[in-house]
């Protein structure tokens, strides 16, 4: 609070250089304190600290002028918990029975739906325990070790390798601004104000939901499609001078959402149909992801797959997999447990999961895949000693994320890629099943051919309207 005021009194004289300086000192001290914490809730949650403190570096240098000083302080401003290394959770017998039994309760209050019951103590008494693996984990300690920050000319030189450009996007005092690096240059657009667009992002996520996999009245499908063409219509009309300049000079994007636009399948959107395309939480992690990806092993001999139960689709869509990938292990049926695909997970290059997924907004780190003997949890993964560098999810909902203050990002995909995962191919809508499984199998097809994740994913969804897979990480 006191490097703040010094900043803002610098800043209220028009000692410009001074006020940064004093920013950069206030987030130092914070980094220093957050490099303690092994808690990804933790590591996310002092992001807080240090918006207002973000916030203002960042307005200076917009007053500046000068779009790579705008760049250099986005990336300052956000998804800072991925700076830091992951601590591996060490074993600890009250973490472990509180998870038994929340997986046991999970596969109880399972079965009451399926009978049309409800048991509100259940319920109650899974917040508990997940309070309890919560509040032990804020105990980790962390390892100190954190990421310097992504330089301007080390993401251009990477863009370049690729042929990609990349679109940066950031909401400041309330207005939805745009930095593209295309070319070896940065440009700085300013768009319109972030909540009409936020709100468009809201909507379509409800319209797509609301037609994945239903039988609606014509009447009623009808009303919805429009809506979806509507809300796209007003993304694209919104973010397209950047993004039309991006791929004037490249045939891919590396997009950098913020806030709310984390929710967006930007896949869908009318002239980025069929083209390459990476979401990141920010270019360092794009940039880190990119680095550390290992080549895709073509026959499948360090990958698993995996059927969740209760999905009419998942051992057929994992049959047809195992086709593409003859040496992958595979794992269905009674076979799939929590235990034995924690196992298998551990260390492979590439993983594939057909099971049913949630999202759980209000505590993020139970967001989790049904395998059968219960739930497969985001904070499960933290067990691992290395995720596997690419991880399928042929699930619903669990591309999305709560995005706290400094569009830190908490959700299953975001804890892969936090924990090292290099590229995550996931869904941030419901998806039809008969297209998760045309998509699947064309995707798997494609890298196997030796296309990259994002080239593969482009061809795979093209021409699927319903087609709301993201790929996060390196493309």
């Known amino acids: 609070m006191r490097r703040l005021a010094e900043a803002e009194l610098a800043g209220a004289q028009g000692r410009r250089g001074q006020a940064l300086r004093k920013v950069r000192e206030g987030l130092a001290l914070i980094d220093s304190h957050r490099g303690r914490l092994g808690s990804l809730d933790m590591l996310t949650g002092v992001a807080a600290l240090g918006a207002d403190l973000a916030a203002h570096g960042l307005r200076a240098a917009l007053a500046g002028g000068s779009p790579r000083q705008v760049f250099a302080?986005?990336?300052?401003?956000?998804?800072?918990?991925?700076?830091?290394?992951?601590?591996r959770a060490p074993e600890d017998e009250r973490t472990a029975e509180a998870l038994a039994e929340l997986r046991q309760l999970a596969q109880q209050m399972h079965a009451d739906e399926a009978a049309g019951h409800r048991r509100p103590a259940l319920r109650r008494r899974c917040l508990e325990l997940e309070q309890v693996i919560r509040e032990r984990g804020w105990q980790l300690p962390g390892v100190g070790e954190r990421l310097a920050p992504a330089p301007v000319a080390a993401v251009q030189e990477a863009l370049a390798d690729d042929g990609f450009a990349m679109v940066s996007l950031l909401n400041v005092g309330g207005g939805l601004l745009a930095l593209v690096l295309v070319d070896g240059r940065c440009h700085l657009h300013r768009l319109s104000a972030y909540e009409p667009v936020a709100e468009a992002a809201r909507r379509l996520a409800g319209d797509l939901n609301a037609q994945a996999g239903r039988n609606l009245r014509p009447a009623l499908r009808a009303v919805i499609e429009a809506s979806v063409e509507r809300q796209l219509g007003v993304l694209a009309a919104a973010l397209g001078a950047p993004l039309r300049?991006?791929?004037?000079?490249?045939?891919?994007i590396v997009l950098i959402p913020t806030m709310g636009l984390s929710a967006v399948p930007w896949g869908l959107l009318p002239g980025l149909r069929g083209r390459p395309l990476a979401v990141a939480p920010s270019a360092l992690v794009w940039l880190a992801a990119r680095r550390a990806a290992e080549p895709f092993v073509r026959d499948g001999s360090s990958s698993v797959l995996v059927a969740g139960p209760?999905?009419?689709?998942?051992?057929?869509?994992?049959?047809?997999l195992g086709a593409v990938h003859p040496k992958a292990r595979t794992l269905r049926g009674e076979q799939a447990t929590v235990s034995a695909t924690l196992s298998a997970l551990d260390g492979a290059s590439f993983a594939h999961f057909a099971a049913h997924g949630h999202h759980e907004r209000e505590n993020v780190l139970f967001s989790r895949l049904d395998l059968a003997d219960g739930p497969l949890m985001a904070h499960d993964l933290q067990r691992l000693d290395r995720t596997p560098g690419h991880v399928v999810l042929s699930a619903c909902d669990?591309?999305?994320?709560?995005?706290?203050?400094?569009?830190?990002?908490?959700?299953?995909t975001a804890a892969l890629l936090y924990l090292g995962t290099s590229t995550v191919i996931s869904s941030l809508t419901r998806v039809p099943d008969a297209v998760a499984e045309r998509v699947m199998t064309a995707y798997h097809r494609g890298v196997a051919l030796g296309a990259s994740p994002a080239d593969a994913l482009a061809a795979a969804g093209e021409g699927e309207p319903a087609c709301t897979f993201v790929c996060f990480g390196a493309g």
């Open 73 to 87: 302080w986005s990336e300052r401003c956000r998804a800072q918990a991925f700076r830091f290394r992951p601590t």
């Open 245 to 252: 300049q991006a791929l004037s000079g490249a045939r891919g």
């Open 310 to 320: 209760d999905l009419e689709h998942a051992e057929r869509e994992i049959q047809r």
């Open 398 to 412: 669990v591309g999305q994320a709560v995005v706290r203050a400094g569009d830190e990002l908490l959700g299953f």
